[in-house]
């Protein structure tokens, strides 16, 4: 069993539609969780990032950690075409913070 | 473009030949990364480096891998005797490690990638 699990979708929506975008992660020593989108052919930028439970936004993102579930998400509200890519959710632990864990990310279309 | 670069971006080798790829860093980030990603998965730690000295090495880093980085600037990671699974993206990170030490977060800024395909 991986350490992180990510629905690989694809997932299609319809532009302006609300996304979900999921991960459970099985080490309960996770403390830095990442979201990073990846365009095709490039390397992956980091979107958002939260340091052990809560909520964080920026703009049209919101990332959810709880991590009595183990279990985070990213939600993109006003969805855009430019959206389209994959997005990884990443973790590491406070002992080993420069080892980051990767999901196998999730693929996710937006439909003008 | 002061971001991370990588080269070559795209490499063709046959099986059992040696390759090299060239990472540099942002030019004040004292930590770099190597990771390796194929097709349909996230990518996977190989090593990082603080300034000149390796500190962690994944299990996936078998003895054919090598990873250096002599001036604490620029890496290189070799191959030795290159297979079929090798084929791979191999992206380099880069970091401005703080005073925290390794259990510090730093944000990784990831390079595009040379993308390995072993014949």
């Known amino acids: 069993q991986k350490e992180v699990e990510q629905d690989p979708g694809p997932l299609s929506v319809p532009e302006g539609a609300i996304v979900s975008l999921n991960c459970t992660y099985s080490n309960s020593a996770f403390q830095y969780f990442m979201w990073y989108r990846q365009y095709s052919r490039k390397g992956p930028e980091l979107l958002m990032y939260t340091y052990s439970s809560g909520n964080k936004e920026d703009g049209r993102f919101t990332a959810q950690v709880d991590k009595s579930s183990k279990y985070i998400s990213l939600f993109i509200r006003d969805s855009q075409p430019s959206d389209s890519a994959t997005y990884l959710c990443a973790m590491s632990t406070y002992s080993s913070a420069s080892k980051i864990i990767f999901g196998s990310g999730t693929r996710l279309s937006i439909r003008p | 473009d002061t971001g991370v670069s990588q080269d070559p971006r795209h490499k063709i080798t046959k099986r059992g030949q040696n390759v090299t790829f060239r990472c540099d860093p942002i030019s004040e980030h004292n930590r770099l990364y190597w990771y390796r990603q194929t097709l349909g998965q996230g990518p996977e730690f190989l090593t990082y480096?603080?300034?000149?000295?390796?500190?962690?090495k994944s299990r996936l880093l078998s003895d054919r891998f090598s990873a250096e980085r002599p001036k604490g600037s620029f890496s290189t990671l070799e191959i030795q005797r290159t297979e079929q699974g090798d084929s791979a993206m191999y992206l380099c990170a880069s970091s401005l490690g703080l005073a925290g030490g390794p259990s510090s977060y730093n944000e990784q800024f990831f390079g595009p990638g040379t993308r390995l395909t072993v014949l």
């Open positions: 480096f603080q300034n000149e000295a390796q500190l962690e």
